[in-house]
């Protein structure tokens, strides 16, 4: 079945850039996203990138998406201590609108 | 969050009952979602239902049930049948390609 696949941990120093990055398997998905979730919290909708595109950029955050390889990645510049979460990827499959979700990187950022 | 309610925040139940989450949109999104999160882990999905009167079973679906008489409501039955209830469970909506979460209920069963 189709698979979602992320690192578990990153860490950076304030300041930096961080680079989340995903794999998939499912060729025919549309639509990929990017959550973040607080502690305790529901997921927030970061972004989002259709499959014919290969980079948005909104801000800080800069997704990249090479269909080919079915890697995506999330770019988060100039990163904060506030952007200290776990980070999701998740693939809509579009034959039945499951969204599957990679298991979570958690980004901690160091002062 | 926004227009996706999930209530209560907090449940607490004792082992052997039946227990439904509410789950309430206003934003008039067809498809609405469950999914379960276990500490330190990602998402699985119960159940979800393109459209009113209809929905389907998800990765995890034993020991849940739902129903979807009503757009804006998607409430989850967590089954005595359940063996592992205890987890963070989270409402979602989606439209077009966009996908909204409610804030959870996190349920504990003791």
């Known amino acids: 079945g189709e698979d979602v696949e992320q690192s578990l941990f990153l860490s950076v120093r304030e300041g930096d850039s961080s680079v989340i990055n995903c794999t998939y398997t499912?060729?025919?998905?549309?639509?990929l996203y990017w959550y973040k979730q607080e502690p305790g919290a529901g997921l927030q909708l970061l972004t989002y990138?259709?499959?014919?595109?290969d980079m948005k950029q909104d801000q800080r955050l800069t997704v990249l998406l090479n269909k080919k390889d079915k890697h995506l990645s999330l770019r988060i510049a100039d990163t904060q201590t506030g952007d200290s979460a776990i980070y999701f990827c998740a693939v809509l499959m579009d034959s039945s609108y499951k969204l599957i979700f990679g298991s979570g990187t958690r980004l901690l950022v160091r002062p | 969050d926004g227009g996706i309610t999930q209530s209560p925040k907090y449940l607490f139940r004792k082992e052997g009952q039946n227990v439904t989450l509410s789950c309430e949109q206003n934003?008039?999104?067809?498809?609405m979602y469950w999914y379960r999160q276990d500490p330190g882990q990602g998402l699985r999905l119960i159940y979800y239902s393109q459209i009113v009167n209809d929905f389907q079973k998800g990765d995890i679906a034993e020991g849940y049930s739902v129903s979807r008489e009503k757009k804006e409501s998607f409430p989850l039955t967590v089954t005595s049948a359940q063996k592992n209830p205890t987890a963070f469970y989270l409402c979602?909506?989606?439209?077009?390609?966009?996908?909204?979460f409610g804030p959870g209920t996190r349920l504990t069963v003791t």
């Open positions: 979602a909506t989606l439209d077009g390609g966009r996908k909204y």
């Open positions: 499912d060729s025919s998905s549309t639509y």
């Open positions: 934003l008039n999104h067809d498809a």
């Open positions: 990138i259709f499959s014919n595109m």
